[in-house]
């Protein structure tokens, strides 16, 4: 099922572009067992404006120098791949996992069991809590990769600005008017240094109503929303050249369990074999 936080604007080219729902059957290959579970059509839809254009429909030249998702054979003893292209969203077992092709950079996480994992593509991972469903649910992760824009989610009419480095993240989210910006700080995640802000959205605020909620939007014009009571942290690294961003947002729903989960799943992250 399409993304509850996230729509896709189709293109007849976008052969790279980012799958939302997982694919019918899964391959063995050390993959832990899909879960047959996805939410229903009733389930929640919520209401988006069409995006704008993206900056982009092609994966940019500069991943290469980012560090590489390793082979089947590459995995550290003890580490299974998440699900790669054209396999089921899976629901883990107890461990430590790394990501797969078609995301070209290597991260690695230990995840409680029944977290969830959605199907990856060229520029974004996601993650989720046990009561979630890897792309959306109270408590979850995603790894994104530029080419991507930032806009305020408290507005309708922001066309967006190009965010390809730290430093073009810093000023994008520093522009923001609507929602309560916190930081930015400086942290290391994953064994990489970068900034980090957290972004808030009061259940009821003057300044941000009627805005369309979108904050990021990926190549292909895929959307990440924050929502009235949600919060958002962002944490922008750099990765040999290659801006990473680290999403971790969390709604109403979530439980202390869902946020201790999330901060211990974060602090097991490694980047491209960083401790």
């Known amino acids: 099922m399409p993304s509850k936080r996230l729509l896709t604007v189709c293109a007849a080219s976008a052969v790279t572009a980012v799958v939302l729902a997982g694919c019918g059957g899964s391959s063995s290959g050390g993959k832990p067992s899909a879960s047959g579970s996805t939410p229903s059509l009733g389930a929640s839809t919520q209401s988006m404006s069409t995006p704008a254009t993206s900056g982009g429909t092609s994966t940019p030249s500069t991943l290469s120098s980012a560090s590489p998702t390793p082979a089947a054979s590459d995995f550290p003893s003890g ?31 230990t995840v409680p069991a029944g977290w969830k994992s959605e199907e990856p593509g060229a520029y974004v991972v996601f993650l989720s809590t046990a009561d979630g469903f890897g792309n959306d649910g109270p408590a979850t992760l995603a790894l994104l990769l530029s080419p991507l824009e930032f806009s305020d989610p ?32 400086d942290v290391t995640l994953g064994g990489l240094k970068g900034r980090q802000v957290t972004l808030s959205a009061p259940a009821k ?16 014009g895929h959307q990440f929303l924050l929502n009235p009571g949600e919060t958002m942290s962002l944490t922008a690294l750099d990765d040999s050249g290659v801006l990473l961003i680290v999403e971790e947002r969390t709604t109403p729903a979530a439980t202390p369990q869902d946020r201790a989960q999330i901060a211990k799943v974060l602090q097991s992250m490694s980047i491209g074999g960083s401790t």
């Open 154 to 185: 408290c507005s309708t009419d922001d066309p967006g600005t190009s965010v390809a480095s730290v430093d073009d993240f810093v000023k994008a989210v520093a522009a923001m008017r609507g929602p309560k910006v916190t930081g930015p700080k």
């Open 79 to 109: 580490t299974s791949p998440l699900p790669a292209e054209g396999e089921d969203t899976a629901t883990l077992e107890a461990g430590r996992y790394v990501t797969s092709d078609p995301f070209p950079v290597s991260v690695s996480v």
């Open 205 to 220: 605020s003057v300044s941000c109503k009627g805005g369309n909620g979108v904050v990021m939007t990926l190549a292909l």
